[in-house]
T-cell receptor, first 110, second 113 residues
Framework: TQLLEQSPQFLSIQEGENLTVYCNSSSVFSSLQWYRQEPGEGPVLLVT?????EVKKLKRLTFQFGDARKDSSLHITAAQTGDTGLYLCAGALGNEKLTFGTGTRLTIIP | NAGVTQTPKFQVLKTGQSMTLQCAQD?????MSWYRQDPGMGLRLIHY???????DQGEVPNGYNVSRSTTEDFPLRLLSAAPSQTSVYFC????????????FGPGTRLTVT
């Protein structure tokens, strides 16, 4: 059973467009992380959110943690080709184990 | 700092062979873990360790062994490889406590024929 579902699984958009990807669960997480992974490399941490309703911005990327701490979203404004990659969310259930989502593979077309 | 290093980068095994995937980190992190990544499945936790001498099972531990004799090293052993173990394996480390933000190695792509 996958605790964290990400949608969409695949997304291909034109450079300059906006997009949102989602990470949903029926479980309550103590914190949630977003990672980006490029081909042939390991995931790299983008952000951690810990408080329900929290919003964090990283340049053109905006991350939001749901009020009930069961879901999160990642919004990218004016996408660039450098945003291409696999985006993974990961939730912590209050212990040292992280549960990763299924991933969203994003392709930005020049 | 080299961060998290993994060797080898690629490996092909025959069914029944054994091998050890190496992982080392130079950040003095207490927590280390092994994940496998398969298409459409995200990352699944195999084994983890919260410090030297302490290991525990993750979501998919069968067919894998680990040990943690030092803070720096956390090898993953496949005792008798099976085709179902064909995957990309990632080692990660983090500080113990807090939000366990993971630092990942570059991965090992393993094919079992």
């Amino acid at each position: 059973t996958q605790l964290l579902e990400q949608s969409p699984q695949f997304l291909s958009i034109q450079e300059g467009e906006n997009l949102t990807v989602y990470c949903n669960s029926s479980s309550v997480f103590s914190s949630l992380q977003w990672y980006r992974q490029e081909p042939g490399e390991g995931p790299v941490l983008l952000v951690t959110v810990v408080t329900g309703g929290e919003v964090k911005k990283l340049k053109r990327l905006t991350f939001q943690f749901g009020d009930a701490r069961k879901d999160s979203s990642l919004h990218i404004t004016a996408a660039q080709t450098g945003d291409t990659g696999l985006y993974l969310c990961a939730g912590a259930l209050g212990n040292e184990k992280l549960t990763f989502g299924t991933g969203t593979r994003l392709t930005i077309i020049p | 700092n080299a961060g998290v290093t993994q060797t080898p980068k690629f490996q092909v095994l025959k069914t029944g062979q054994s091998m050890t995937l190496q992982c080392a980190q130079d950040m003095n992190h207490e927590y280390m873990s092994w994940y496998r990544q398969d298409p459409g499945m995200g990352l699944r936790l195999i084994h983890y360790s919260v410090g030297a001498g302490i290991t525990d099972q993750g979501e998919v531990p069968n067919g894998y062994n680990v040990s943690r004799s030092t803070t720096e090293d956390f090898p993953l052993r496949l005792l008798s490889a099976a085709p179902s173990q064909t995957s990309v394996y990632f080692c990660a480390s983090s500080y113990k406590g807090g939000t366990y933000e993971q630092y990942f190695g570059p991965g090992t792509r393993l094919t079992v024929t």
